[in-house]
């Protein structure tokens, strides 16, 4: 009753309808990344140097020579591997069994040819001006190896929404199996679990963070778990501080009275009435986690190239600031900022719809 009274107030709150609504847009777009980006390939990562840094709008025609392989490596979920060699080019000729183009970029006046002979039996200029010269436009431009901007920040927001959704569930795992058995038994284990949150407690997030990625070595899995092992001990606190309460209720007390097992009291009878309060943190650890894993990306020990990050993205191209081409590191910036708004934002809604007190 309590969740469908919090449920009905936070419809009538227009900013955390509007949150979460955000939040759902982001996450269909990171499940469906692939589909939606117009750089198909894994990780977005198809350079064209001659193309870089060049502005929002920007548009120019490719060529495409094929590599003579079966073109069967297209992934609906992990983007395709593109074997094919894509040149941008500024001007084109034809002549009867070749063509001769300028490359895009290119100061002098050379123009390089490429036979017919080069693309599968019997091309003609038609079929490769149909199959092989396409336009290509770039929404938000192309960053400094000349990859398309908006398919690295769509690919990025993968990382953002999966290193959000894994530390929040290692973290609640962890935090609310030592929680509640420090509140609930008491005693040893109780001075025992405080001690060893006491000592996580007190290291500094950041640097344990970077201590438990080295050890684990730099990567995309390894980001997942030493976010989630960190952040643990606030859920942990939380948890144990509302268990000790709670079974101090006449309700407990008569439970334990009737003769309940301790683990059918505590799994059946604490734990359900801690939901609010953990939906409540749980957003807070999410937002939490996407900064952290951005600051790591930025430091150079979190998703490793050619994997997008926003975090990594902004280390890429934050000297642009200074260079007329700001734009290449506030998008990303923007990106993680408008996230983790949108997560502290309806954090706080379900705050005070749930009447969170703790």
């Given at each position: ?34 589909p ?26 490719i ?10 490596n ?19 000729r ?5 063509l ?6 290119n ?32 929404i938000?431009?192309?960053d ?11 690919i ?14 290692i973290?609640?795992?962890?935090g ?21 949150i ?27 778990i ?16 509302l ?7 006449l ?45 790591l ?55 005070d ?6």
């Amino acid at each position: 009753m309590e969740l469908k009274r919090a449920f009905k107030l936070l419809r009538k709150d227009v900013w955390a309808l509007a949150c979460a609504g955000y939040i759902l847009i982001i996450t269909l777009v990171a499940v469906f990344a692939y589909p939606l980006s117009s750089d198909k390939t894994q990780y977005a990562n198809q350079m064209h140097l001659s193309i870089h840094s060049q502005p929002p709008g920007f548009s120019c025609n490719i060529l495409i020579i094929p590599s003579g392989e079966p073109e069967n490596n297209k992934n609906f979920f992990f983007g395709d591997i593109n074997k094919n060699e894509e040149i941008p080019i500024k001007e084109i000729r034809w002549f009867d069994n070749r063509l001769s183009f300028k490359r895009y970029g290119n100061a002098m006046s050379h123009f390089e040819e490429r036979s017919f002979n080069q693309f599968p039996q019997g091309t003609t200029r038609k079929k490769i001006e149909a199959k092989y010269l396409k336009e290509k436009h770039f929404i938000l431009g192309t960053d400094k190896y000349g990859r398309d901007l908006l398919s690295r920040l769509i690919i990025g927001s993968r990382i953002s929404i999966s290193i959000g959704l894994v530390a929040v569930i290692i973290s609640l795992f962890i935090g609310v199996l030592f929680g509640s058995l420090a509140g609930f038994f008491g005693g040893f284990i109780d001075k025992l679990i405080m001690w060893l949150i006491n000592v996580v407690w007190s290291i500094p997030t950041l640097l344990m963070v970077i201590a438990i990625t080295l050890a684990l070595g730099r990567g995309f899995w390894q980001v997942f778990i030493a976010v989630g092992l960190t952040m643990w001990v606030e859920v942990a606190r939380l948890v144990r501080g509302l268990v000790k309460s709670t079974k101090e209720e006449l309700f407990i007390q008569a439970a334990t009275t009737l003769g309940f097992s301790k683990s059918r009291i505590l799994i059946n009878h604490i734990l359900p009435l801690l939901i609010a309060p953990l939906i409540v943190i749980s957003a807070a650890n999410f937002a939490s986690a996407i900064l952290m894993e951005s600051g790591l990306s930025f430091l150079g020990i979190g998703a490793q190239p050619p994997m997008p990050s926003w975090g990594g993205m902004i280390k890429d191209h934050f000297r642009y600031l200074l260079l007329g081409k700001p734009y290449l590191a506030i998008l990303p910036g923007l990106a993680i900022l408008s996230l983790v708004l949108a997560f502290m934002m309806l954090g706080n809604s379900l705050r005070d719809a749930l009447d969170v007190k703790s």
